[in-house]
């Protein structure tokens, strides 16, 4: 039994992009500067109980474009559907993280590679990530709190307002910067510790890419929450540009794990393959 590179490659994308987004903003008074206005909205985010959003974009892997919702408090769960177009061709992935566990879907496309079923599960205590999911609201890598990345602005010293624009039907203004990562973990040391300690988990996972430096838009609405963030910056293997817009926040989220029959658990998979080398 095994998985095809296609899979492979598009569930790299959706892993990646799992992790990058979240709500956030609004026309500001005239006194408040850009600076103070998105530290305002990234607070905000730390508020966010569960939100649903859409993203489209371009990663090493290939162009995504998906919609994703996902609750963290008081516990975790998340669902996403993307497509992802890779060396010609499209491949659909979805993810779920449910009960501690994380499953992958590529629907028939999958099932062609196990044997008929089309969900591969992860225990992630068993994978030693269940610390980082009860720290973070995420499994590591594969699932990083998006208010993570909706604050990174707020370590920029260039942050600048662009002008008002509607997002989605939504008025809002828009303001963009650009943040190193030196400058961005520098400006961790004003922050409380939970706030500081998922940032830097999201800042190592940029370092892994290869990523030093990011340009970035929020696009902030009159509740002073994030409607819109893009991210740009260039990795080892090619440039990252993402865009994540926000349709709702602290609406309820359900999701429900795969039925047995249709899933393979990795790590028993893993066991077998072990016995018959």
Not at 10 to 24: F, R
Not at 92 to 119: F, N, Q, T
Not at 141 to 169: C, I, M, W, Y
Request: glycine share 10%; aromatic share 4%; with cysteine.
């Amino acid at each position: 039994m095994k998985t095809s590179t296609s899979i492979s490659t598009a569930g790299i994308a959706a892993l990646l992009l799992a992790g990058t987004a979240v709500g956030c903003g609004a026309e500001k008074s005239p006194e408040m500067s850009p600076a103070a206005a998105v530290a305002k909205a990234a607070k905000k985010t730390e508020d966010i109980k569960s939100f649903r959003y859409t993203m489209s974009g371009k990663t090493p892997e290939g162009q995504v474009k998906g919609e994703a919702q996902m609750a963290v408090k008081p516990s975790v769960a998340m669902s996403m559907k993307m497509t992802v177009l890779a060396e010609g061709q499209s491949h659909d992935v979805e993810i779920r993280l449910v009960d501690k566990a994380m499953y992958m879907g590529g629907g028939a496309e999958m099932a062609k590679e196990m044997d008929g079923k089309s969900w591969m599960k992860f225990d992630m205590s068993a994978l030693g990530a269940d610390k980082e999911l009860n720290d973070l609201g995420a499994p590591g890598d594969a699932q990083q709190n998006p208010a993570a990345e909706a604050g990174f602005l707020t370590g920029a010293k260039d942050v600048k307002k662009v002008g008002t624009e509607k997002v989605g039907g939504v008025e809002t203004t828009h303001y963009s910067g650009t943040v190193t990562l030196d400058s961005l973990r520098a400006s961790l040391k004003g922050e409380d510790k939970q706030t500081r300690e998922r940032r830097e988990k999201s800042l190592k996972r940029y370092e892994k890419m290869g990523i030093d430096k990011l340009a970035m838009d929020m696009w902030v609405d009159g509740e002073d929450h994030a409607k819109q963030v893009r991210m740009k910056g260039d990795t080892t293997n090619g440039p990252l540009d993402m865009t994540i817009t926000f349709t709702d926040i602290n609406k309820p989220v359900t999701v429900t794990a795969p039925p047995a029959k249709d899933t393979v658990d990795f790590a028993k998979m893993m066991e077998e393959a072990g016995s018959e080398a």
